[in-house]
């Protein structure tokens, strides 16, 4: 048998079923899970709208490339089209969010004829070759030079450093809450300002929703809340229910000059892959994601201030929006997941001292208080055992 090639470091932790907000390990214990495979099963595990529609869809076509009609090609782009941004009328579907990203790069270049990239410190896009170069943290880069495409890193939420945008610039790629940059929020001042400065340069403005969008937020769309209008939109994770697909949606001035060949999925857009997104918006829309996820995540947000405050120090910040929330400490992360998942509770991290909590909207004010109960006995324990 070979042996899984590991870009990062085992968890330890074989999981022989998921349900819900819970998984469970081998030997029948329970686990809550707030990693949701890095935010993917935000609607959470085996949500029953999705699978309902996996598994009727099994039952009829599994395998089939968008180029020809269907009627769950057609429903899904009816269940998009009640939720996209409405000056995004244009979708195509792929399977990850990098491939989302690789896809909006390479419109973007073409269209505009220029080879710059614009993007943020501690932005995150993806590990493929285009998304990668626009990724800013140099471990993820580092002997992956050069790239396609030069890229001007500039500082998150500076409206000054918004003047470095200038005509040669094809896209500025952002996201409006950063995931693995530290669950950083991006002001509103900043997004428009940048979406003004795209306009006068003649930039187009790329909006990142892979991880902060389809509801965990508190919004559909977590750049709604700004105002701003991107061209082009890209979203992943959250929208199939954990099912593996992503969409780019762009604007009609975009797609009206969209040429046959310029790109292409086997998989993107399958039939499972739409059936997974119809599921995905049926849950959204019948369970009221977006207000559910800003409700608890307030609660949730209000409890982890309190921890904040009795930790003695040890917590620099908490900051988030709706179910995507980071805990900024003074010390490694890392020993705190592990002893977190001692104690029956998953989460991940954004670099070194950053704790990422990314729960699935369906969490009750009792697993709240279970993980609040948690995190503070295992804050206590790694002061008391002097862990940095």
């Known amino acids: 048998m070979p042996s899984l090639l590991k870009f990062a470091a085992p968890r330890g932790l074989k999981v022989s079923r998921a349900e819900g907000q819970y998984v469970w390990d081998s030997s029948g214990r329970r686990y809550l899970d707030f990693h949701t495979g890095h935010g993917a099963g935000f609607l959470g595990h085996r949500n029953k709208y999705v699978i309902t529609r996996l598994r009727s869809q099994m039952e009829t076509v599994n395998c089939l490339s968008p180029i020809f009609d269907s009627d769950i090609l057609e429903e899904a782009l009816k269940s998009l089209g009640r939720i996209l941004p409405s000056h995004l009328g244009h979708v195509f579907f792929m399977n990850s969010g990098s491939e989302a990203v690789e896809l909006a790069l390479k419109i973007a ?17 993806g590990r493929t070759m285009a998304a990668l170069s626009v990724t800013h943290n140099q471990r993820y880069r580092q002997g992956f030079e050069p790239f396609p495409g030069n890229t001007l ?15 040669t610039v094809a896209a500025v790629i952002v996201e409006p809450v950063q995931g693995e940059g530290g669950v950083h929020i991006a002001s509103r001042e900043f997004m428009r300002a940048l979406e003004e400065r795209c306009r006068e340069v003649g930039a187009y403005l790329i909006v990142d929703e892979v991880q902060a969008g389809f509801g965990r937020t508190g919004l559909v769309w977590s750049h709604l809340e700004h105002g701003v209008r991107p061209d082009i939109l890209v979203a992943g994770k959250s929208i199939g229910g954990g099912f593996p697909v992503s969409f780019a949606a762009f604007s009609d001035e975009i797609a009206s000059r969209v ?14 892959a739409l059936a997974a997104v119809v599921g995905g918006v049926e849950a959204l829309e019948r369970e009221s994601v977006p207000e559910t996820a800003a409700r608890i995540g307030e609660v949730l947000a209000s409890q982890l201030r309190e ?36 104690s029956g509770l998953l989460a991940l991290r954004s670099g070194l001292i950053v704790l990422r909590i990314l729960p699935p909207y369906l969490i009750t ?24």
């Open 307 to 342: 921890v904040a405050a009795e930790a003695g120090g040890v917590v620099r910040e908490v900051r988030g929006k709706g179910l995507m929330i980071g805990v900024e400490l003074k010390l490694r992360v890392a020993p705190i997941i592990t002893r977190l998942q001692e």
């Open 109 to 125: 270049r073409k269209r505009s004829g220029r080879k710059v990239y614009a993007s943020f410190t501690g932005g995150f896009h």
């Open 153 to 167: 890193f500039l500082p998150f939420n500076s409206v000054e450093a918004l003047k470095s945008i200038d005509e």
């Open 365 to 388: 004010e009792g697993d709240v208080e279970f993980f609040i109960s948690v995190l503070r006995t295992v804050l206590h324990q790694s002061i008391e055992g002097g862990v940095r």
């Open 259 to 272: 040429e046959e060949g310029e790109h292409g999925s086997t998989h993107g857009g399958n039939p499972l």
